[in-house]
């Protein structure tokens, strides 16, 4: 799809992560893997639920990266008046109680993820390493630095 975020995609190396992480390490279970791949990708571009929990989870990361970058550009008035210290406060409030409800949020879709990959691995262990991988790109990526220019 046109403008679709490539953390959505289960590439190669996402193919080779879930390998590994199952360990199918061996070329004598190659035609196994390869099969079990197949089906597995079969299944995951039929579950909306799993893209629609990966939109998510890549929309709310985005946010809370957003918001990371925000914070650490902050600035507050530096006198030591009422004013000044009363926005003070205010800012620190505001940045804390959005730390927290950007963290909730995240916690809550990551245990979605972690429950839906539970329920696919009873029925396929691939499909299920293949979304453990998903999820973990997403959920532990970096934060990208802003760009100066």
């Known amino acids: 799809m046109p403008g679709e975020s490539p953390l959505?995609?289960?590439?190669?190396?996402?193919?080779?992560?879930?390998?590994?992480?199952?360990?199918?390490?061996?070329?004598?279970?190659?035609?196994?893997?390869?099969?079990?791949i197949v089906?597995?990708?079969r299944d995951l571009a039929a579950?909306?639920?799993?893209?629609g929990l990966l939109s998510q989870a890549i929309q709310q990361t985005?946010?809370?990266?957003?918001?990371?970058?925000q914070a650490s550009q902050k600035t507050a008035p530096s006198g030591n008046d009422y004013r000044s210290r009363?926005?003070?406060?205010?800012?620190?409030?505001?940045?804390?109680?959005?730390?927290?409800?950007?963290r909730q949020s995240l916690d809550r879709t990551a245990?979605?993820?972690?429950q839906h990959i539970q329920d696919a691995q009873?029925?396929?262990?691939?499909?299920?390493?293949?979304?453990?991988?998903?999820a973990d790109r997403i959920l532990n990526r970096d934060c990208e630095p802003p760009v100066v220019r």
């Open 8 to 36: 959505l995609a289960c590439d190669s190396s996402c193919e080779n992560a879930a390998r590994h992480y199952l360990g199918y390490d061996s070329e004598d279970e190659e035609a196994d893997w390869r099969e079990q």
């Open 39 to 41: 089906q597995a990708r």
């Open 47 to 51: 579950d909306d639920q799993w893209r």
């Open 62 to 69: 985005n946010s809370y990266c957003n918001f990371l970058q």
């Open 86 to 102: 009363v926005e003070r406060a205010q800012n620190s409030r505001y940045f804390s109680d959005m730390d927290r409800n950007l």
């Open 111 to 114: 245990n979605q993820m972690q």
């Open 122 to 134: 009873v029925l396929s262990p691939v499909r299920g390493a293949l979304m453990y991988v998903q």
